[in-house]
């Protein structure tokens, strides 16, 4: 089906001449000698304590990436990015863990953590898996790793290696890869530059050590319009995507070829509370940076399940609906944030069974519709009329129920209000999610990792303890 567009080519093309701009006039805040060394070298110019972008560097830059990446998981199952599909994945780093069944909140725990992979894994649309909850009591330069050790031996699917700020988190989450059979270029990790247009000197080093371990390489910038960026969407997305491309700049200069996601994460202020708001703004923004970076070729990841809801209601159904639909009728080629609650704060097991739900729907709205001979099925309306049988004895009917002409539900409520009525409990859609998820948690069994596998990955942690120890 036609991408839905809402910008024009005219449009698109006036945002990537202001991008280039804003990296050759602007500039981006960057201090760390290596990188700026490497920078400089290739053309690049210091403008106070920023680095200045030629235009042509950062062009030559775009078309030597791997726009169009790999991932794999331990079961063999591939995500070909940009192969026209959809693909979805989880929200990650959670602090909260929302409990449907009592409409409360509190810490997640290690048991969480380990939980929330565990129903990932059995959902058949959360096709990448990324850590979800943040280990409490772990410190911020260990966290990421840990966050990933908790995900690798629960899920058999690709897993999005976690958001890293630290160089020494690439070698370790790279040996950890290893460990269970996903090499460099098959692994995905994302790195936050700062807004605005702020590449910290933790972050550099990072950006370089991912480019020289050849993973594949996820900026998300995170820019809140209105407070680290423009209160104008496009504006901000401008300026995001300066953030995107500087880090990839400096990473196609280290390894020509290296795999790019071009990720957004633009969140639009609520001036009344100061928080980030999880309107259909979220939605929008999410489509055009969809069509900003399919402009350059590249498969692009943005937010999807995204609400500010701090329950399981119509708030949350609202927004997270608008939020999925819209960047994917724009084609967007990864939607994120199954399970997400509260702008990412919380997370929640039932949340993500409805999102599970709700990605159906999205990926039947992306097929469209057909007009061939086939679908427009004049010789069964015939056989109709003439008195032969009606629809529901068509073998026509069934042919196009199992062929997907319907997005089966197995949540939402289809009997008459009498059906309905007569139960015992007038069940909804998010108590059919709390019952399908505690039953996931019940049943689900994941292929555990071999006992070798363990021992190496606990080794490797223990040297990224010792490391990290000393480098306080």
């Not at 972050?203 to 209105?226: D, K």
């Not at 399919?294 to 500010?308: A, I, K, L, R």
């Not at 609906?321 to 819209?326: F, K, P, Q, R, V």
Request: glycine share 8%; with cysteine.
């Amino acid at each position: 089906m036609e991408k839905l567009k809402f910008l024009s080519d005219e449009e698109i093309k006036a945002m990537h001449e202001a991008t280039l701009h804003i990296m050759a006039e602007i500039g981006i805040i960057w201090s760390h000698k290596p990188s700026l060394d490497i920078l400089t070298g290739a053309g690049c110019t210091i403008k106070d304590n920023r680095v200045c972008f030629p235009p042509e560097l950062v062009m030559d830059c775009i078309a030597k990436a791997n726009k169009r990446p790999t991932i794999k998981g331990r079961n063999g199952k591939t995500n070909n990015f940009g192969d026209g599909n959809v693909y979805f994945h989880n929200l990650g780093g959670a602090r909260d863990i929302f409990e449907a069944k009592t409409n409360s909140r509190r810490p997640a725990s290690n048991q969480d953590a380990v939980d929330a992979i565990r129903v990932l894994d059995a959902l058949i649309n959360c096709h990448t898996v990324t850590p979800f909850f943040t280990p409490p009591e772990i410190s911020n330069e260990m966290m990421s790793l840990h966050m990933y050790r908790h995900t690798l031996p629960h899920t058999t699917k690709p897993v999005q290696g976690p958001g890293i700020q630290f160089a020494h988190e690439v070698k370790f989450a790279v040996e950890m890869a290893n460990v269970v059979g996903t090499s460099a270029d098959e692994l995905t990790l994302s790195l936050s530059p700062v807004s605005p247009l702020t590449m910290h000197d933790a972050s550099a080093a990072a950006v370089m050590a991912m480019a020289e371990a050849g993973v594949i390489h996820s900026n998300l910038p995170a820019p809140t319009g209105g407070a680290t960026s423009p209160m104008t969407m496009t504006g901000s997305i401008v300026q995001q995507s300066a953030e995107t491309l500087a880090p990839l700049v400096l990473t196609q200069l280290i390894n020509p070829g290296c795999g790019v996601l071009y990720c957004g994460r633009l969140g639009m202020l609520e001036p009344r509370t100061g928080l980030i708001w999880g309107g259909v703004e979220l939605g929008l923004s999410s489509a055009a940076t969809v069509q900003l970076g399919h402009y350059y070729g590249f498969s692009v990841n943005v937010y999807g399940f995204s609400t500010n809801a701090h329950t399981i209601d119509a708030q949350n159904t609202f927004e997270r609906g608008l939020n999925a639909t819209i960047p994917a009728l724009a084609g967007a080629d990864e939607l994120s944030g199954i399970g997400e609650m509260e702008a990412g704060v919380m997370g929640s097991h039932a949340q993500m069974v409805l999102d599970n739900e709700l990605a159906s729907s999205v990926l039947r709205l992306r097929t469209g519709l057909s007009a061939d001979v086939e679908h427009l099925a004049v010789e069964i309306i015939g056989n109709v009329m003439n008195g032969t049988r009606n629809y529901l004895g068509q073998k026509h009917t069934l042919k196009h129920i199992r062929a997907g002409e319907l997005a089966l539900t197995r949540l939402a409520e289809r009997n008459s209000w009498e059906t309905w009525d007569e139960k015992l409990e007038r069940k909804q859609m998010a108590d059919y999610a709390i019952l399908e998820a505690e039953r996931i948690l019940r049943e689900h069994q994941v292929t555990p990792l071999e006992t070798q596998q363990e021992k190496e990955l606990d080794a490797i942690m223990a040297a990224a303890e010792k490391e990290t120890l000393k480098k306080k």
